[in-house]
C-alpha cells in the first residue's frame, strides 16, 4: 500500500521559515517524479514545485520563487520543501503528491500538512 506521509507544517510568524518532509512508502521512490502543492480556502490547488527522480528541479511556482527550496533524498524515500521569508498568503494545506511521467498524473497524494502564517 502506498502512503505519502507528510509532516512539518506549524503556525509561524510572517518572515519564518518551516521545513515540510514528505515519506514515501509501499513505492519504488527513486523512479518518481514528486511534487509539491498547496490550497488555500476557496482557492484551487496549486502546484508549488517539482523535483525529478535524479534531483532536477523542473518548476517552482513564481509567488514562491526564491524564498521555497524543494530537494529530495531518495535513500530516505523522502522529499522537502524549505520554506523561508513566509508570507501571510503562504497560508495553506501543503501536499505531496508522486507520479512517474509527465505523461501520467499524480497517482498518489499525502492528506497535507497546514501551514498557517500569521501577520
Known amino acids: 500500500q502506498v502512503q505519502l506521509v507528510e509532516s512539518g507544517g506549524g503556525l509561524v510568524q510572517a518572515g519564518g521559515s518551516l521545513r515540510l518532509s514528505c515519506v514515501a512508502s509501499?513505492?519504488?521512490?527513486?523512479?518518481?517524479?514528486m511534487g509539491w502543492f498547496r490550497q488555500a480556502p476557496g482557492k484551487e490547488r496549486e502546484l508549488v514545485g517539482r523535483?525529478?527522480?535524479?534531483?532536477?528541479?523542473?518548476y517552482v511556482a513564481n509567488s514562491v520563487q526564491g524564498r521555497f527550496t524543494i530537494s529530495r533524498d531518495n535513500a530516505k524515500n523522502t522529499v522537502y520543501l524549505q520554506m523561508n521569508n513566509l508570507l501571510p498568503e503562504d497560508t495553506a494545506n501543503y501536499y505531496c503528491a508522486a507520479r512517474l511521467s509527465p505523461a501520467q498524473t499524480y497517482a498518489y497524494w499525502g492528506q497535507g500538512t497546514q501551514v498557517t502564517v500569521s501577520s
Open positions: 509501499g513505492l519504488p521512490f527513486a523512479t518518481y517524479t
Open positions: 523535483i525529478l527522480r535524479s534531483g532536477a528541479i523542473t
